[in-house]
């Protein structure tokens, strides 16, 4: 059975359906569902790159029918700049999603994901708060209102989603256990350049200058989850951070932080059974790059 789902993947490669409609995307998942197959969703805003192959991979693996999401998503964005400058690529993304085995890309518009009246709001409290929720003013009910319209469109069994985005992937659980949605989130592990800078959408929009100071992120990050598991005073090497980013040339650091990775609480020391993320954010110019790390609690 494996073999011939394997097989007939492969043979689908390169036949990849473009679908626009809630009307046509329901009408294909139901043909899926009716054969028995499981569906995989990955959302994404498009502009893909190699992070966001891994959950297109991650999805094949698990799933028997894999669609794609491309939306760039406004009622994410709390700057209109961001939202106009957010790169669009979308046949680049195609012949990267038809390679890639992707059985459906969903590219609705706005009008259709957002139709005249539209005026809704899903807000997940606690986790969506503080950290990017913090600094971008209702970014996370943009993500969950949106994420929870893709899940109902596409009637996926499994999400996709990558832990660079850490919080996000933690607001997207809380909002589908909260709303018992019937589908299994699969968080996916950030993929890095050889340097180390994890990829993102947004690292296009790095001048060539500030793609040199942006690999300072990642290495001052692993430094201070070093710092931490080594025994240092939490609150001193998280400000230790914040300074050397400064230093390094990033304007503002919006936050260097250590959560639980349970539920994002504020975390001032690292102790057995809650596993720790050093989480940060800060600007380059215009562009705002995040990040994340686990850190190793010692034995
Ligand atoms: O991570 C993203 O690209 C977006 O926030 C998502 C999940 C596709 C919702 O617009």
């Known amino acids: ?98 390679d890639a085995g992707v059985d459906v890309l969903y590219a609705p518009t706005v009008s259709q994901m957002y139709p005249p009246g539209f005026v809704t709001r899903i807000t997940v409290s606690g986790v969506s708060e503080g950290l990017c929720g913090g600094a971008r003013a209702g970014h996370f009910d943009g993500v969950a209102t949106v994420v929870c319209k893709l899940l109902m469109q596409t009637l996926a069994d499994y999400a996709f989603f990558g832990e660079k985005d850490f919080q996000q992937v933690q607001v997207v659980r809380r909002m589908v256990t909260d709303l018992d949605l019937p589908v299994e989130i699969v968080a996916c592990p950030t993929q890095r350049e050889a340097d180390g800078l994890a990829l993102s959408s947004r690292n296009r929009r790095l001048a060539p200058r500030q793609r040199q100071i942006a690999v300072a992120l990642p290495r001052i990050m692993r430094a201070c989850a070093a710092d931490i598991t080594a025994g240092a005073d939490v609150p001193a090497a998280l400000a230790w951070a914040v300074c050397q980013l400064a230093d390094a040339g990033f304007d503002p650091v919006d936050y260097v932080e250590l959560r639980s990775e349970l539920d994002l609480r504020p975390l001032a020391t690292i102790s057995e059974g809650t596993p720790a993320r050093l989480l940060a954010a800060a600007w380059l110019g215009d562009v705002r790059l995040i990040d994340g790390m686990a850190v190793p609690i010692p034995e």
């Open 1 to 98: 059975m494996l073999a011939w789902r394997q097989i007939g993947k492969r043979e689908r490669a390169g036949t990849m359906e473009t679908i626009s409609t809630v009307a046509g995307l329901r009408a294909r998942v139901r043909q899926w569902k009716q054969a028995g197959d499981r569906v995989g969703v990955v959302p994404t805003m498009g502009a893909l790159h190699e992070g966001h192959l891994s959950l297109v991979h991650a999805a094949r693996a698990r799933a028997d029918r894999v669609i794609t999401t491309v939306f760039v998503n406004p009622i994410q964005f709390d700057n209109a700049n961001d939202l106009e400058t957010y790169p669009r690529t979308l046949e680049a993304d195609v012949r990267l999603l038809e």
